[in-house]
């Protein structure tokens, strides 16, 4: 007996208009979910994942339509539904569990209000049991005690807590579908694996399909039953998770699977050109933060943290959100003043330094920020931007900085033709290459790469990491490389000091903290890293195209 599907999508296409021009971004695509069954969508930025999935959904941006194909939900055609129609269902039927959970809730109601919104629209039940029904799912997700939780309002929560609330709305009236978008993405690895766990274990109970929209391959293999892999809003390939991570058809799955940091091996050890030849020696680093109201008085961030990295090779700092390696790296670059400690850059003790000769020395300590998106600025054109740090540090002649520029945007492996564009004519990684470019452009001693690769997908993620290591090798610079990511860390790094709430509870050589790790905390974070038993292909990877410019938009 063949059992119906609860979504069917057949040749579906979708467009968008911006002005006069329309252009299709979605082509042709089909797949189904089954009762109960965890389907993926995989895929990187622009492959057309996120727009599929919204369209389930009838989410599509304003300028968006669907211009062929069609949508069933249990059976009936919803392609065309009117927003009003859809609404009926929403929640109800199918619902969403979107990426970003720090602008998915309202900040001005609380958690309790936003949960029993859901159930007051579609009238299950009386205020009383919808005040029931509101505590029972907070307590299902994990958020105790539930009653003051309901009464919180969304600031007070942490990521991964606000995650649990979108959860807890989503499987609110347990709908066949829920549309899971990157619902991880923004997530600690432990965290996100607590996050899947529960959408497993809830959609055990009650049957429920999930369509789960990823870039990362790791995340997939061990969650999903079914791949879709998309690319440039076509499927590459669809199939059986073992099937296809076994026998991958396409070179574009090929490429996936190679660049999946999982897959990679660790950094081979590289002996340093002597041995006390230390680039950075940070011993005994504490930075306590002031406390308003309270018995305590101040709040301990870093405790005694010491760490010691050769000229010429990589120290990670590893930890999830609040355990301190933040403000370790802050403190590091010059930007706060320790409470406690000694920081040695090539010698010099940073602590010691103030106003100009603090601001003169940073030219020898460069950061590259996390989000590529947000740390350009947006008006200047990327010339300008890489410029400026010439203009704030060194007195040079016009001729000579525009030179400078050239060479460096070269360098990171951008030609000349971006010198008059502007940040939005980028993608993430072409932006990315140019805040490495203007980090380098000072001629620093160090760079510190704060989660500099996390925002990224995998396989521009491992274009950036090949593009570190190359620059590495020819300028030789050290790094002190911040992350939550074990997979990362453990192919670009030489050394790792792994950070629980403010302490150092594990360092030495990245093969000796990943074979022998001392601390429980280490394991479970080794634990969690995703698609561990992802297969390694054999023979050769087929390259994909070469990373392009952003398509339109919606």
């Known amino acids: 007996m063949t059992i119906a599907p609860i979504l069917q999508v057949d040749d579906l296409a979708i467009a968008y208009k911006t002005g006069d021009r329309e252009q299709r971004v979605v082509h042709g695509v089909s797949f189904a979910v089954a009762p109960g069954e965890v389907v993926a969508l995989v895929g990187e930025s622009g492959s057309g994942k996120t727009t599929t999935a919204q369209a389930t959904l009838g989410l599509l941006a304003g300028n968006g339509r669907v211009e062929g194909g069609t949508i069933r939900l249990n059976g009936t055609d919803i392609t065309h539904w009117s927003q009003k129609r859809l609404d009926s269902i929403r929640g109800a039927v199918v619902s969403l569990i979107p990426q970003d959970p720090g602008s998915s809730l309202n900040p001005v109601r609380t958690i309790g209000a936003q949960l029993a919104e859901v159930m007051q629209i579609h009238k299950r039940g009386d205020r009383k049991a919808i005040r029931a029904r509101v505590i029972e799912l907070l307590e299902r997700v994990g958020l105790t005690p539930a009653e003051m939780r309901a ?3 969304p600031h007070e929560l942490s990521g991964g807590m606000k ?3 979108l959860i807890a709305i989503a499987v609110a009236l347990k709908p066949a579908l829920i549309v899971a978008d990157e619902p991880t993405s923004a997530l600690d690895v432990t965290v996100q694996r607590r996050i899947l766990d529960l959408i497993d274990e809830l959609r055990r109970e009650s049957g429920t399909a ?13 969650r999903a039953d079914r791949l879709v892999v998309l690319q440039n809003g076509r499927i590459q390939e669809q199939g059986a998770v073992k099937e296809v991570l ?22 081979p050890a590289r002996a340093a050109t002597g041995n006390q030849d230390f680039a950075i020696e940070v011993t005994g680093l504490t930075h306590d933060f002031p406390v308003t109201g309270g018995e305590a008085k101040s709040f301990r961030a870093v405790d005694s943290v010491s760490f010691k990295v050769r000229r010429g090779t990589t120290h990670a700092i590893v930890g999830e ?19 406690a400690g000694r920081i040695l850059i090539d010698g010099v003790d940073l602590t010691t330094l103030k106003g100009e000769a603090l601001r003169q020395f940073r030219k020898h300590i460069q950061l590259v920020y996390q989000n590529p998106y947000g740390s350009l600025d947006p008006r200047q054109t990327i010339a300008r931007i890489v410029e400026e740090p010439l203009l704030n540090f060194e007195p040079i002649p016009a001729a000579d900085r525009a030179r400078k520029v050239r060479d460096m945007l070269a360098r990171v492996g951008l030609s000349e033709s971006f010198l008059e564009r502007h940040p939005r004519a980028l993608s993430g990684g072409q932006r990315q290459r140019v805040a490495i470019a203007r980090a380098l452009v000072l001629d620093p001693r160090v760079l510190v790469l ?11 993620q491992a274009q950036i990491l090949s593009l570190l290591d190359e620059l590495q090798k020819t300028l030789g610079l050290t790094y002190l490389f911040v992350s939550h990511d074990l997979a990362v860390v453990r192919q670009i790094s030489d050394t790792v000091s792994v950070m629980h709430k403010g302490r150092q509870v594990d360092g030495g050589p990245i093969e000796t903290v990943f074979g022998r790790p001392d601390s429980a905390y280490t394991r479970e974070l080794i634990d969690a890293i995703p698609g561990r038993s992802l297969p390694v292909l054999d023979g050769p990877v087929v390259a994909g195209p070469p990373e392009l410019p952003p398509r339109l938009s919606p």
Do not use: C, M, N, W
């Open 163 to 165: 995650q649990r609330v």
């Open 246 to 267: 076994a026998a991958p058809r396409s070179a574009y799955t090929r490429r996936l699977l190679a660049d999946a940091p999982s897959l990679g091996k660790p950094r």
């Open 151 to 153: 009464r919180q309002y």
């Open 210 to 222: 999930v369509l789960l929209v990823t870039h990362d391959l790791g995340v997939a293999a061990d």
């Open 450 to 460: 704060d989660e500099a690769v996390s925002a990224l997908d995998v396989t521009v």
């Open 321 to 339: 959100s609040g355990s301190g390696k933040t403000t370790a790296i802050r403190s590091v670059v010059g930007f706060i003043k320790p409470t």
